[in-house]
Every structure is written in structure tokens, then in C-alpha cells.
């Protein structure tokens, strides 16, 4: 009898391009059929055919207190009974804008959009526009988004196709982006001495997360922001995966990066769409309306996205709330590799804060190349495994894993066990 996942992806392929609204969903890497998932709560989500699955993608990050926190759906409902949304300034705006402001000191002014990708486009414009400069510098396998001049070499959904740049971009946008290796300090040293007076911004997710997880060196980080500042480059770090992930201050307050703008997404809003950019006054007030760099949205600022938001957000300023999480991930990641170990698999992994990275390599990646290196099809075979024992990991081997604060020590531990149960027998 054919599943009603495969019946509703039969359907959506009718009409929606590869059956699904954003491609890394489509499991073209992993192989086999995309699960439609009908239900979430806490750590959990259940697919059409009422199969439970401990959820390890947290809907790519926003889910980390945890699927329907009836603290959050009472935000949301009560919110939308206030109205949908108005197109106009709310004092809920204000609240979140502070709130963001107050968590992260680097944000002296900070604007509200609907999604990563514009937050990070704007930044790309903003930093053009205050520097009067064109050329951008991101790393191979960093993903920021779909804009165009981002989609070179990008990381995530772009790199399971096998197709580092999209087609569609024209090659005069992707001339204006030089793509370097990640952690390659002298590589950026190279570039800022041939072109350092010509580059705008630079842009680094500053904790990789759509490569699988790769963590900065730290000369990698300090040769950065010491060269943005000697040449006047703009230092955008993309946090809207590693922000409130890796911790409270993100990847910039756990490593002590000063950067010039942060982009910001995923659990800000979440789950609904809400993101946001901002950073140094100087830079940020060269914005419409104030300024010549122009940005809007529609949806900025939605009333009720923007109460998921605020009530994800107080929870994660519980005292205690990332150590948990970061001993939770730990567990995870040495359960994993104790297993593997135990049967001879080639396999290593790693944690920071509520981030996880998982390799079928017998070391951990420090680079894309070495990401690259790493055996995709183990982790294939492993992905549909742990799917039989109804465990969700991400459908990539290109991307991060969550937890949440909703995982338990015995979601961890039947984890774990699954692991062995499939290790022992490959
Ligand atoms: P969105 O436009 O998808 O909200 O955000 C783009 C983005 C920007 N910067 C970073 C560091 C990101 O990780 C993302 C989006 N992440 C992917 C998952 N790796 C979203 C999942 C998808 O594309 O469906």
C-alpha cells in the first residue's frame, strides 16, 4: 500500500516544482521520499503516515524550545486575535527590537525583515552603499541565502546539487563576489593586499553550519575583522543560523568577534518568518528612509510572527537554558562516536552549544575540502537507518543538526542506541 507520504509527494510534484517549496526538503541528496510532517510537540514530529520521529532539524533551527511550546502558540494565538497584521509600526516591533538590542551589544540600531535571505542581501547593499565599494568576500560552502550575489559557491540546499553556483545569476553579479576557503587566514591576508581598498563587506557565517558544522580558528576570525577595519570593509556576520544557537550572544559573543552589522533569523522568529539585520548606528542610518540604501518588506514586523518571537526568546534567557543544551548536544555527539567507535565505523563528531556536526570521517572537518572528503554515502545509509528507527536527522550531509530544550536524556539515550543497533550491523 503506498505510503501517504509518497501519495502527497506523488501529488506535489504535479504542481510544485520537485514537490517541495525549498529543495534541500526534497532528500535529492539522501535519496528516497521527502516526509510531509502533519504534527510537531517538544521533540518530536510526526509524519503523514503517524510516524514519530525524535526531530534533530528543528525546522533548520527555530524550533529550539521545542515544537508547539504552549508558551509560544498562547504568544501566536493571542497576537492573531489582534490582528493578522497592518502594514504599519507596532509597539511589539519596538519590544523586539530592544530585546534584540539588549542581548547583543553590537547592535546599536536593527531593522525587522521576513526571512534570512533578506536579511542578508540588505546587509550586502548596506555595506555597498556606506562604503561606495562593490566587491564582496565570502567562503566556499557558507550559505547566506538565495540572493545572487550570494549564490556563489554556497553551501546548504546549493551544495547537494552538485552545482556551486545557481544558474540564473548573471555572471556580472557573481564577477562582483570572490569566494575563499574557509579558515584560510593567509587566503584572506592575499586578497585584502591585492584588493583590500576595493572590497565593501566581508561575509562569514562565523560558526559554519551549511557545510555540516565547521568551527572557526581562531586567526581565521581576529585576521577578519583586523583586516575589515584596516582597509574599511564592512564585517557582516551571518548568524541567522548560529544566533541564539550556539549561545545567547551567538557565535560573535562566544568567540568575541566585534562585527559591523550581524544578520539574525530562524529562532528569532520562532518558526514563523521573522529576521533581522543590524549593527553599527553609522552604518545602519544610511537606511531608507533616513538614508539612500533602500530596503522594505510588506511583512516586516508581522504582529504575530513577531510574538513568536518575543515568547522563543524569554524562554531562552531561562538561567541554565544553554548549559542544558550544550551538555544535551555533547551527549549526542559522544554517544555517537562511542558507538562507532565500538564497531569500527569511521565517524567523528562535534558540538557547540545547541549545534551538532556529525562525519563519517575518522577525524573532525576543519574545512570544506576536508567536508568534502568525508563519506556521504555512510552518512546516506545512516540518514534512511536512523529514519527506520524513527530518528530525524537532517536529509544532507551538508547540514548542522539541533537539539532543543525539549530533548530528554532518554531521547538522547534511544538515540544513541539506535546508532549502535545500525553500527553493529554494517
Ligand atoms: P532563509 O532565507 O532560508 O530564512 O535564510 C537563509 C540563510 C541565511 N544564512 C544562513 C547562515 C542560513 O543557514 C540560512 C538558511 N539555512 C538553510 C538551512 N541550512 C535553510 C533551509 C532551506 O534552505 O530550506
Redesign the pocket.
Known amino acids: 500500500m503506498t505510503s501517504h507520504n509518497q501519495q502527497l509527494f506523488d501529488e506535489s510534484q504535479k504542481i510544485i516544482p520537485g514537490g517541495v517549496n ?1 529543495p ?2 526534497a532528500f535529492r541528496s539522501v535519496g528516497g521520499t521527502p516526509l510531509f510532517f502533519k504534527r510537531g510537540k517538544g521533540a518530536y514530529v510526526w509524519d503523514a503516515d503517524d510516524k514519530r520521529y525524535i526531530d534533530y532539524v528543528n525546522s ?1 533551527g527555530p524550533m529550539i524550545v521545542g515544537h508547539c511550546h504552549p508558551e509560544v502558540v498562547k504568544a501566536v494565538q493571542d497576537a492573531a486575535a489582534e490582528g493578522l497584521g497592518f502594514g504599519a509600526p507596532t509597539a511589539a516591533e519596538l519590544e523586539i527590537a530592544g530585546l534584540l538590542c539588549k542581548i547583543l551589544p553590537s547592535l546599536e540600531m536593527v531593522r525587522l525583515v521576513s ?3 533578506e536579511a ?1 542581501m540588505t546587509a550586502i547593499r548596506l555595506a555597498r552603499g556606506f562604503t561606495g565599494r562593490s566587491r564582496i568576500i565570502k567562503f566556499e560552502g557558507c ?4 540572493s545572487d550575489g550570494l549564490l556563489v559557491k554556497a553551501g ?2 546549493a551544495l547537494t546539487f552538485g552545482q556551486p553556483s545557481s544558474s540564473g545569476v548573471p555572471a556580472e553579479i557573481a564577477a562582483l563576489t570572490t569566494v575563499l576557503d574557509y579558515n584560510d587566514a593567509a587566503g584572506l591576508e592575499k586578497a585584502f593586499a591585492e584588493f583590500g581598498n576595493e572590497i565593501a563587506a566581508v561575509i562569514v ?1 562565523p560558526v559554519a ?2 557545510m555540516n558544522l565547521i568551527l572557526p580558528k581562531r586567526e581565521f576570525l581576529d585576521a577578519m575583522r583586523n583586516l575589515c577595519t584596516k582597509h574599511g570593509a564592512v564585517l557582516i556576520l ?1 548568524e ?2 548560529s544566533g541564539f544557537r550556539v549561545g545567547l550572544q551567538g557565535a560573535h559573543g562566544h568567540y568575541g568577534i566585534k562585527p559591523d552589522l550581524i ?1 539574525l ?2 529562532v528569532m522568529g520562532g518558526g514563523l518568518p521573522a ?1 533581522a539585520f543590524g549593527g553599527r548606528r553609522d552604518i545602519m542610518q544610511c537606511l531608507a528612509p533616513l538614508g539612500a540604501v533602500y530596503q522594505a518588506g510588506t511583512l516586516s514586523g508581522n504582529p504575530v510572527a513577531v510574538a513568536a518571537g518575543l515568547a522563543t526568546l524569554k524562554l531562552v534567557q531561562e538561567p541554565g537554558f544553554y548549559q542544558r543544551l550544550t551538555q544535551v548536544a555533547r551527549q549526542m555527539t559522544e554517544g555517537l562516536t562511542a558507538a562507532a567507535r565500538k564497531h569500527g565505523i569511521p565517524f567523528s563528531a562535534q558540538s557547540i552549544g545547541s549545534m551538532f556536526g556529525l562525519y563519517f570521517s575518522k577525524e573532525v572537518p576543519t574545512s570544506y575540502a576536508e567536508v568534502m572528503s568525508c563519506d556521504k554515502e555512510a552518512f546516506n545509509r545512516f540518514f534512511h537507518a536512523m529514519l527506520e528507527e524513527g530518528v530525524y536527522l537532517a536529509p544532507s550531509a551538508f ?1 548542522a543538526g539541533f537539539v532543543s530544550a525539549a530533548h530528554t536524556d532518554a531521547d538522547i539515550a534511544a538515540t544513541v542506541a539506535a546508532a549502535d543497533k545500525i553500527f553493529a550491523s554494517w
Open positions: 525549498s534541500v526538503r533548520w526571512s534570512g535571505t542578508t550559505y547566506h541565502g538565495h546548504s540546499g557565517e553550519g551549511n551571518d541567522v543560523m544578520t533569523g530562524k529576521a547540514e
